[in-house]
């Protein structure tokens, strides 16, 4: 039996995790769940979880659900802020932790995880784009088992000769990241300008949270899973090559020297990365239904367009250059996003706001945590400033 804590469990990656767990209940104890400001959506999976503590993100949130929980459940110990999460992704007893928070906020409790040595299941890409070597240094010095979430990621992990992340073996020539290109993928360009936050947010074939989900239609979610797979598997950006594959079946590929090309196929849901990252190296059962390849029929490719889509550009240069550049570039996309969100920023304007602010935050690379966080602050506080001056 392993105990789990899941950061992030009302999220789209949270929930499929509590559904594959719900399917294996004899091999994981659901120990920690946690959640920004959803105190219903906390409170309704700790009346069918009973975990032994619940974290919400805020003192005044965590009031709320200690009242409630008071009431039916008082064993449950619920805790607040980026202290209770750190405390959970730590804690002696948990062994797994599923990194499911969004976005920088959940930076400290991934690598509390990585450094106390937890099987660490990281959707939250985010907090390894900013923190590359200071997270992968910590998974080496605190022991930890970093299996990635992220479809591609997991897919690639699956195709490597040594289902393990870290320097890959010789004799691999390349990685091959498929991406769907998202909801704007053959829509003309010029139209783009106009689109809302609903239209962006409607992905072709994930169901998925709402940042990742205009960062799909950006083609920023590849550009930042360009620099994830250079850290987790220790490549250059050279080596990474990005397909676009609009059925989302293949999750990824990776070519070997003597020609071979390994793909991993499946269903697009994600219980099932979330299956084989929690059982690794078993498999056990995600819910998934089989692929039908004969009912499908066919599978498509093309490139990238990089004018298109200057955000995938954007991810690549920040993989080549290094330094500031990721973190910048990750920061500016969550202020930018939240404004498109929000309707303070168009669609359009998302790369401009994140090549400006890469530009002006350049420097070397963080080497501390503070470096990081200093770092991730300026970074938003010159993409609100780009914001205001180009929006229009
Ligand atoms: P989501 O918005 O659906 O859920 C985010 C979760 O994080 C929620 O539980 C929310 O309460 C919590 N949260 C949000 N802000 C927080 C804060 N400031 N402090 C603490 N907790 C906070 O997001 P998602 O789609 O589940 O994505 C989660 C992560 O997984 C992201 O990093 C995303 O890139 C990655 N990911 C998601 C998918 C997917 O299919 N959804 C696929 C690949 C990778
Ligand atoms: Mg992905």
Not at 79 to 95: F, K
Not at 197 to 212: E, F, L, V, Y
Not at 264 to 293: C, E, Y
Request: with cysteine.
């Amino acid at each position: 039996m392993k105990r789990l804590a899941v950061c992030g469990s009302t999220g789209s990656i949270g929930v499929h995790t509590l559904d594959v767990v719900s399917r294996n209940r004899a091999r994981y104890e659901l120990f920690a769940l946690t959640a920004h400001s959803d105190v219903d959506g906390l409170a309704a999976q700790c009346r069918r979880w009973r975990p032994r503590i619940a974290v919400m993100s805020s003192e005044s949130a965590a009031g709320r659900l200690a009242a409630i929980l008071a009431e039916e459940i008082p064993e449950i110990e619920v805790l607040a802020g980026a202290s209770g999460l750190t405390q959970v992704a730590m804690h002696p007893e948990v062994d797994y932790v599923m990194a499911a928070i969004v976005g920088a906020a959940g930076l400290m409790s991934s690598l509390a995880a990585a450094r106390a040595g937890k099987r660490v299941l990281l959707a939250n890409k985010e907090a390894l784009v900013m923190s590359g070597r200071l997270f992968m240094d910590a998974v080496r010095d605190g022991g930890a088992e970093l299996l990635p979430i992220d479809s591609e990621h997991n897919a690639i992990f699956q195709c490597l000769p040594r289902a393990h992340s870290g320097p890959v073996e010789s004799g691999v020539r390349r990685v091959l990241l498929t991406g769907s290109g998202g909801p704007f993928r053959a829509r003309d360009p010029e139209s783009l300008h106009d689109v809302t936050p609903t239209d962006a947010c409607a992905h072709p074939n994930w169901s998925m949270g709402r940042k990742i989900s205009v960062d799909s239609a950006t083609m920023m979610n590849k550009g930042l899973e360009v620099i994830e797979a250079c850290w987790l598997f220790d490549m250059e950006p050279e080596s990474v090559e990005v397909i676009v594959h609009p059925q989302s079946v293949i999750h990824s590929m990776v070519e070997y020297e003597d020609g071979t090309v390994l793909a991993q196929l499946g269903n697009p849901d994600m219980r099932t990365p979330i299956a084989h990252a929690l059982a690794w190296p078993d498999r056990i059962d995600s819910g998934v239904a089989p692929l039908d390849l004969v009912g499908m029929s066919r599978l498509d490719f093309e490139a990238p367009d990089f004018d298109r889509f200057p955000c995938l550009r954007l991810g690549f240069e920040a993989a080549r250059a290094g330094g500031t550049a990721p973190a910048a570039l990750n920061a500016a996309n969550e202020v930018a996003v939240d404004a498109f969100l929000n309707g303070r920023l168009r669609f359009t304007r998302i790369a401009r706001i994140a090549e400006a602010t890469v530009a002006a935050c350049s420097g070397e690379e963080p080497r501390t945590l503070d470096d990081v966080l200093d770092l991730d602050r300026l970074a938003r506080i010159r993409a609100a400033e780009f914001i205001k001056t180009f929006s229009d």
